[in-house]
């Protein structure tokens, strides 16, 4: 019913309008505005009461919005609707008025009075408890409307938009998270399905397994021209065919297959109904009319993908070789990971004796009293040594101590020739790997072959005619020299990027925000600027250059083509390009270096014009810097461990004490005295140890234990007064005995237990909780700085080793690598020498005391003529410690970033005010590989070099790999974007350096196991040491006849040299087997006959196109290349042929012309073939057929 009908409200059926008041309160906001707009819509904007047009037709009074609604805190303008228009006030017009209203602070007084209510009804009404009800509701949501209004100044909320504003500028769109969701699906790593499932389900399938059912169909579907690879029983009738291709899959289910002579019926998976693969009507989701940029939709059309083929990788079951779809080198890092996992681990249980004999030494009663190793020193070779200058045995006994040592001597080595043999192995094992990868893996490097010192006037027709002599030729592609602009281009795609923002920012305001005007006013002015001198620039690289050429890359129409392209041209022989024959010189003149193609996305567009002495020039200044810089860290790596050689050694104090031989309190008794008497006690110890050190003590001081005879004749000496301390001179006077350093090694001593017994309390004074009433926190700040150099040297390590990496590939950027591979392989090599210098070169030299070095600052200085026990509690327990810090802050740290990445785009994703942004944030990170295969490396090196003196450091490294490799297959298929297509050039740096470890073992085994207080059986090497006499001292690291004269020693010596005579040999095996053995020849012969041999087991490539099967991008164009297409002009790159593309007819005739010259070749081998095979089979089946054979030949 109308508004007109209702006249007074007192005469409508009560428990109607109960009914309809209570629907009203529940409609929710967004209702109310609806219905209001509606009104507004059927008013046609005019005033006055509500007319019959206000019944909505349901026969209810739908027109009559809340009246709660229009209050001043819960109107419509709490929603960003203003209240004023004339729709509203008619409509509160036609209303009863039970309560006063009020509309931005104006009263309704025009609004005319319902018949039937008072004024002073309506007072009373709000005296009532229903006004008070109201009046707090409205007081609610007033403070709601407030709040709104604060989060929607900081940006919190959106605002709602106003549309009578008067802003007619580009309308703000919210970036679509379902948008930024499909762009990550695209360029994060995700798995891409070969092909579709076909199902077959027939009883004639039970007595058959999968296998044998591949084996039943495989000749049939191949006869179809239908590639199948794996068949799957599903169950007792049903066996489902994996992976076939979009173009196989519908010929497979019109035709089924024939098991066991009864059809069986195929039913291929359906996809979803929209771009059912590659239609006749849609390619990539374009019609067939549809105008195709050149050179860009046609690859990406090309190698298009169902977006139900594309699914996250399963962590479970994804290994090595299925993350050999992202690249052979992504594949061959992890196999590495699990490699060295197994290997190490291997070694840890071989080693194991090892381990528990210095454990059981270490742990002994005896030493844990002398606290002479502590932590990380106690399963070291420093256990062994105690225990010999102890007089005390190994656990099997004092009289085996020689023996035992001999064995593990003896084991050391053997797993050292043990490495060496799995590291050859792991390339064998590699190798196959990556051949298997790559039969899986079908991408462009298996058609292509990249050219350089082309001439600067070719053309892609032309050098597509020369190659077309070895095969068909798919496309051409020329890549011209865009370093000089490239830079310019890149800042350009930012600035565009950033403009998009501005303006984005700036339309979200409606024009409001004036600051983000201006920006976008000096941002334009700059990018004209940058505009006219991209052009100049553009225009002076072509009059300088002339758009050279700078690499070719020519893709064949088959794999075969492309051997037979690598055999007639020997990619990468430098004698092969010198003398080139002139049938395979371009123009008969040019001298083409040929090499495999890299993978398209591997390819570094702005480095190909450096090369030759360029690129060696560059390359050499890059290894200046990187060497300088290796001096600075280590510098500092040196200053803090030379800070932490100064410190005096820690000792036992409560043995030395209970017997007499150093009783600190009595020669010092401060624990007496207090306040003035206490400290000056305690300056007597500190100047008395500040005359000493670890090295002039070592006759008192040695293996954390005092050496030196009673010094209770020091017990209750008078203090000595302080201006005695030092002579007229201001030399030291000499203490309380001038004659020898037993007083002053014995502060030192007292220094170390004074200390470490009172760590609670000074860390109280510390912290300022209490005051050093007594002078011992003044004495103990030394011991404190100590015991943190101890640790913060190993993290300052373990942080300066992570920010190597950023160093390490600024200079190789600067190396300008013509592929992604390549950067990251030199990425590895120097960072790998970085972090082995740092965490294990550098400490053992600090702490080292050579005397014909000393010159050396900082350098061959330290404390330690030999490998004492005091060097493995200092020494080794660094190394160990760096070593197990960066096992946990490699992954850990890689882990955060990932993280981070996830926590920002919780955090940021709605302060995103473009689709890029949002995008950005939901791409994973990079995935570095050049600095994961560094780390690895390291720590593998310094675990098998040190593994005999710290046999633990194995098995911590062991544990390293195992969580390497969790953490990277983790990090990789869900944090992070699609890596380049590695090759496996950090896998042959990986294999190139690993032997190198072993040897490294068996020297620092040898030096080692033979230092004094090892227990070892004598032997003499005459020849050898009157060899090394000449530069051997009496004592010390350089006492050879020492060395020696000791079996430990000779075993190492001599297993070192066979291993050397035996790697010689190896790297030199094809001329010695050629020299041995006839047979040996023929061998080798053979084995490079087979690497030469063709295959025909990967498809033509414009198969692979075709079908989705391809592998990365589908072609070197750099408009296909996501990474460059968004900022370098597709110019860039000259191309000639390509999938739907018309080849040049100079190939066609070449390839007639060939296949006429093939025709003819195949005929003759066919006829040699037959006789061959028709003489063979004569003198198999009968002697005299042979000798008709052999009459008729003659």
């Known amino acids: 019913m109308s508004d007109v009908e209702l006249g007074d409200v007192g005469g409508e059926d009560p428990q109607e309008e109960k009914r309809r008041r209570k629907k009203k309160k529940h409609r929710t906001p967004e209702e109310r505005e609806d219905r209001r707009r509606q009104k507004e819509a059927s008013e046609g904007g005019g005033g006055g009461g509500g007319g019959d047009d206000a019944d909505d037709g349901n026969g209810e009074d739908e027109e009559n919005l809340d009246e709660k609604s229009f209050s001043p805190a819960k ?146 579907c191949e006869r179809k021209g239908i590639s199948i690879n794996k068949v799957v029983k599903t169950g007792p009738f049903t066996a489902t065919i994996e992976d076939v291709a979009l173009s196989s899959a519908g010929d497979l289910e019109q035709q089924g297959v024939l098991i066991a002579g009864i059809r069986v019926t195929c039913v291929k998976e359906q996809l979803s109904s929209e771009l059912e693969g590659h239609d006749d009507d849609k390619v990539g989701g374009k019609t067939k009319g549809a105008k195709k940029k050149e050179g860009e939709d046609r690859d990406v059309e090309a190698n298009f993908i169902h977006p139900d083929l594309i699914r996250p990788y399963n962590l479970r079951s994804t290994g090595p070789n299925e993350l050999g779809e992202l690249g052979v080198g992504i594949g061959l ?55 010999e200058e102890n007089a005390s045995g190994l656990f099997l006994g004092k009289s085996m101590n020689k023996i035992v040592m001999l064995i593990i001597t003896s084991v050391e080595c053997l797993m050292a020739i043990g490495f060496i043999y799995l590291v050859k192995k792991m390339k064998r094992d590699q190798s196959v790997a990556i051949d298997a990868m790559d039969v899986s893996n079908i991408s462009l490097q298996d058609y292509a072959v990249k050219v350089d010192y082309l001439p600067r006037d070719v053309t892609a027709e032309e050098l597509g005619t020369f190659f077309s002599k070895f095969g068909k030729v798919h496309q051409v592609t020329l890549g011209t020299d865009v ?58 690289a072509r009059a300088e250059r002339g758009n050279r050429v700078t690499s070719a890359f020519v893709t064949f129409e088959t794999e075969d083509s492309r ?161 005695s ?73 373990a942080v300066l080793n992570i920010a190597l990496g950023t160093f390490t590939r600024v200079f190789s950027n600067f190396e300008k690598h013509h592929t992604k591979s390549g950067l990251e392989s030199s990425v590895s090599v120097k960072l790998f020498l970085a972090l082995v210098v740092n965490s294990a070169l550098i400490p053992v030299l600090v702490f080292a005391k050579i005397s014909k070095f000393d010159f050396i600052p900082y350098l061959f200085a330290g404390p330690y003529e030999d490998f004492v026990v005091d060097w493995y509690q200092t020494v080794s327990s660094t190394l160990s410690t760096t070593l197990v810090v960066n096992a946990c802050v490699f992954p850990l740290t890689a882990l955060g970033y990932a993280g981070w990445a996830s ?12 689709q890029r942004q949002l995008n950005n944030l939901h791409s994973g990170s990079s ?19 040190f593994q005999a003196a710290m046999p633990a450091l194995v098995p911590v490294t062991a544990g390293f790999c195992l969580v390497a490799y969790h953490e990277a297959k983790y990090t990789l298929l869900r944090h992070s974007k699609k890596p380049p297509a590695y090759d496996e050039t950090m896998a042959r740096f990986f294999w190139a350096f690993a032997p190198s470890a072993a040897f490294c073992k068996l020297f620092v085994t040898l030096w080692m196991v033979s230092a004094e207080g090892v227990p070892s059986f004598g032997a003499t090497v005459e020849p050898l040491v009157d060899v090394l006499e000449p530069i051997s001292e009496t004592s010390g690291q350089f006492s050879f006849a020492t060395r020696f004269t000791t079996l430990n020693g000779a075993v190492a010596f001599f297993t070192a040299l066979i291993v050397v005579l035996l790697t010689v040999l190896n790297q030199n095996r094809v001329f010695v087997m050629k020299f041995v053995s006839k047979f040996g020849a023929s061998f080798v012969m053979q084995t490079g006959t087979d690497e030469d041999e063709l295959s025909n087991n990967v498809p033509d490539i414009s198969i692979a196109l075709s079908d989705g099967i391809l592998k990365g991008l589908a072609g070197y164009m750099i408009a296909s290349n996501p990474e460059y297409n968004a900022f370098v002009p597709p110019s860039a790159t000259i191309g000639a042929g390509g999938l739907n593309q018309p080849k040049p007819a100079e190939w066609e005739a070449v390839m007639q012309s060939m296949s006429a010259a093939e025709e003819e070749r195949m005929r003759v081998e066919m006829k040699k073939m037959t006789a061959t095979f028709v003489e063979e089979a004569g003198v198999e089946y009968g002697g005299g057929m042979g000798d008709v054979f052999k009459k008729k030949k003659k």
Not at 607 to 635: E, K, P, Q, Y
């Open 903 to 914: 926590l920002k785009r919780v955090l940021f994703a709605g302060s995103c005010v473009t």
């Open 927 to 945: 995935f570095d590989l050049s600095e994961r295969y560094a780390q690895l490396l390291a720590m593998m090196f310094v675990a098998i070099c």
């Open 483 to 540: 370093s000089g602009v490239i830079g310019k281009h890149r800042r350009r795609g930012e600035m565009v990027n950033t403009r998009e923002e501005l303006g984005a920012k700036f339309a979200k305001s409606r024009g409001k925000n004036f600051i983000v005007g201006e920006q976008i006013r000096v941002h334009d002015k700059a990018m004209q600027q940058l505009e006219k001198a991209l052009v100049e620039a553009t225009n002076n």
């Open 333 to 387: 890092y992890f196999h590495s990971l699990l490699w060295g996992a197994r290997v190490l681990g291997l070694l840890s249980v071989v080693g194991c004796f090892t381990l528990i004999t210095y454990l059981l030494a270490g742990l002994s009663s005896a030493q844990i009293d002398s606290e002479s190793l502590t932590w990380f020193a106690i399963p070291t070779l420093g256990a062994v040594i105690w225990t």
């Open 563 to 723: 051997k037979a392209c690598e055999k007639k041209m020997k990619p990468g022989s430098t004698m092969a390009w010198l003398f080139r024959r002139k049938k395979y010189k371009f123009r008969e003149t040019y001298r083409l270096w040929i090499n495999r193609a890299p993978e398209a996305s591997d390819i570094l567009w702005e480095n190909l014009a450096v090369d030759g002495a360029v690129g060696a020039t560059r390359r050499f200044f890059s290894w200046i810097f990187m060497t300088i810089l290796l001096v600075c860290t280590c510098a500092m790596v040196v200053l803090a461990e030379s800070a932490q050689s100064t410190v005096p050694p820690a000792i036992a104090c409560d043995a030395p004490a209970a017997s007499g031989a150093l009783d600190c309190d009595a020669i010092w008794p401060a624990v007496n005295a207090t306040g003035q008497n206490s400290s000056l006690i305690l300056l007597e110890v500190r100047e008395m140890m500040d005359q000493v050190d670890a090295v002039t003590c070592v006759d008192y001081v040695s293996g954390g234990q005092w050496k030196g005879t009673d010094l209770n004749t020091y017990d209750g000496v008078s203090r000595i007064d302080s201006e």
């Open 725 to 797: 301390w030092y002579n007229a001179d201001g030399t030291w006077a000499g203490g309380f005995d001038a004659n020898t350093l037993r007083d002053e090694c014995s502060a030192m001593a007292c220094f170390d237990c004074f200390c470490k017994t009172r760590v609670a309390s000074l860390v109280l004074i510390g912290v300022g909780f209490t005051e050093d009433t007594d002078g011992y926190y003044a004495l103990c700040e030394t011991y404190f700085a100590g015991q943190f150099y101890g640790v913060a040297t190993s993290g300052f390590t």
């Open 75 to 220: 109107g419509p303008k709490s929603f960003g609707v203003s209240t004023k228009s004339p729709s509203a006030r008619s409509e509160m017009s036609s209303k009863s008025a039970k309560e006063p209203r009020e509309e931005d602070g104006e009263d309704g007084d025009d609004e005319p009075h319902v018949s039937g209510v008072s004024k002073k009804s309506m007072t009373t009404s709000r005296k009532s408890k229903k006004g008070y009800l109201n009046r707090t509701r409205a007081l609610l949501n007033s403070s709601i409307a407030f709040v709104k209004t604060g989060l929607y100044k900081v940006g919190v909320l959106a605002k709602p938009i106003d549309p009578n504003d008067g802003y007619t500028g580009e309308v703000w769109v919210k970036p679509s998270r379902a948008v930024a969701k499909k762009h990550a699906r695209d360029t994060n790593v995700m798995q891409i399905r070969a092909g579709i499932n076909v199902y077959m389900d027939n009883p004639a399938l039970e007595p058959f397994d999968g296998d044998e059912i591949f084996a039943e169909i495989y000749a049939q």
